[in-house]
């Protein structure tokens, strides 16, 4: 076919601005015969046809909005290359229309330049679907090799825009039906999209029915790396000529017994470090819970660590044997240490004499540890039995002025009170309250614990060690210099 040489180069229709049509060197041509439009080879539209809304629209008011064409580089077939209405001239067709008003681009001489020139139109008019965005940008960038900048200022988008598109063409091809039948949204196939094909299939069934997507990408993403550093560790393994075995069919690797399948794991060996089984370390590669690729090391030849294995387990045992003795010596100190405050606390209580002050202070200043250890175990009715007191609200009953004031209390009595305060206040003194801790509760616990060992010490007590490192702590003293 002949090239058209019957241009309008003057006429510049309503809403094409003047300016606009300078800048792109194009002119308007209201009646292109529609044989000499060519469908562009690369158009970014999937669907190229009109439905039949838009052809009966055609019929009963003809186009509405002009085609953009641009004139074909091949001289040979002549006529124009399709930019922008692939649809519409379907419809035209369609209609029975012979001719189409069209805007003819000069200016896109380059293969690229057109494909930009039909992202922009498209776009302007929102007719492309996201994959074909993608599709359009990915031939700029691969086909042509324009940067994602570029391609940003050409089609009027940002950087982050286009690169985010470009990573919809990983996906799968199924993935992307569901993107364009709106099962997928865009974030989430942008987020599928780096995963292998497999994966990608998966999870995107699992966003497109809502359930648990956020949870089985981040375990997808982490079996991933751990595939990638398992991967590098077998590539220094074996570069290191450390040899592969396969596990025994049946036998997990705790199971693995040198005697039946000639392997170990290193942990049941003297020693769990790779570098400690030079000549008789080999790996295997197996999958954890969460289906990662794993790297198993096992000792082939465990009977040439047989001295090294019981000197190992010998030392294990000595550490341990030590380690049993300090506590059982440490805990026996402070069983002694604790009997013999509170037998210093009972043997101040002396039968015939009314209690004199020193005793009198020491009983009062365990009595709010008593008070609530006895309330803690829901057993206060105790004290009214004690006392013959009626079952009033505790706070209205001077517990501290009937137990401690009372001339005519037994002394036996009292002496039991001793104890149960010696009792109480010694769990003070093995917590970890301190003087400056965070809580009112805390700080009272440790003054409780520092006015006991001093009223002990009023009633004739003598500290020992295990007393002074209780007293150190209280005062948060304790590690420092004298």
Not at 273 to 299: F, I, M, R, S, T
């Amino acid at each position: 076919m002949a090239t058209n040489t019957k241009m309008k180069a003057a006429a510049t229709p309503a809403g094409i601005p003047a300016e606009t049509a300078a800048a792109h060197a194009s002119e308007y041509d209201p009646a292109v015969p529609i044989d000499w439009i060519h469908p562009h080879p690369k158009n970014v539209r999937h669907d190229a046809t009109a439905d039949d809304e838009l052809v009966e629209s055609i019929r009963s008011q003809g186009l509405l909005e002009h085609l953009v064409v641009t004139p074909h580089p091949d001289p040979e077939t002549g006529g124009y290359l399709l930019i922008a209405g692939h649809r519409r001239l379907d419809g035209l067709r369609r209609a029975g229309y012979t001719a189409a008003p069209a805007i003819i681009r000069h200016d896109l001489v380059d293969e690229a330049d057109q494909v930009a020139a039909m992202l922009v139109e498209n776009g302007r008019r929102r007719d492309l679907t996201p994959l074909e965005e993608a599709e359009g940008y990915g031939q700029l960038r691969f086909d042509f090799g324009w940067k994602p900048g570029a391609i940003a200022k050409a089609s009027g988008h940002s950087t982050d825009t286009i690169n985010r598109r470009l990573k919809l063409l990983k996906l799968d091809d199924k993935v992307k039906g569901r993107v364009d039948d709106g099962q997928l949204n865009i974030e989430d196939a942008i987020a599928i999209a780096e995963l292998p094909a497999a994966d990608q299939a998966h999870l995107s069934k699992a966003a497109a029915d809502g359930r648990d997507f956020k949870w089985k990408l981040a375990r997808v993403k982490d079996r991933i790396k751990k595939d990638a550093a398992t991967a590098t560790l077998v590539k220094k393994l074996d570069a290191d000529g450390v040899p592969v075995v396969s596990m025994p069919k049946g036998v997990t690797e705790y199971q693995l017994n040198h005697t039946e399948h000639g392997l170990t794991r290193l942990w049941a060996t003297y020693s769990s470090n790779p570098d400690d089984h030079q000549g008789c370390l080999a790996y295997a590669v197996k999958k954890d819970y969460a289906g990662a690729d794993e790297v198993v090391y096992v000792c082939t030849n465990v009977p040439a660590h047989d001295e090294q294995l019981d000197a190992d387990r010998a030392a294990r045992e000595a550490t341990r044997a030590a380690e049993r003795a300090d506590w059982e010596a440490e805990h026996e100190a402070r069983r002694l240490a604790s009997q013999m405050r509170i037998d210093a606390a009972v043997a101040a209580i002396k039968p015939g004499v009314k209690l004199d002050p020193a005793v009198q202070s020491l009983l009062n200043v365990g009595l709010r540890a008593l008070l609530d250890l006895l309330d803690e175990r829901g057993e206060l009715n105790r004290l009214h039995d004690i006392l013959g007191t009626p079952e009033t609200d505790p706070d209205q009953v001077d517990y501290r002025a009937r137990l401690v004031a009372s001339a005519q209390a037994p002394v036996a009595l009292m002496r039991a009170y001793a104890a149960a305060i010696g009792i109480c206040l010694d769990d003070r003194l093995a917590g970890s309250a301190t003087l400056d801790g965070d809580s009112r509760w805390e700080r009272e616990e440790a003054e409780d614990g520092l006015a006991w060992l001093a009223h002990l010490e009023a009633c004739g007590h003598h500290p020992t060690p295990v007393d002074e490192q209780h007293r150190a702590r209280l005062t948060g003293t304790q590690g420092v210099a004298s």
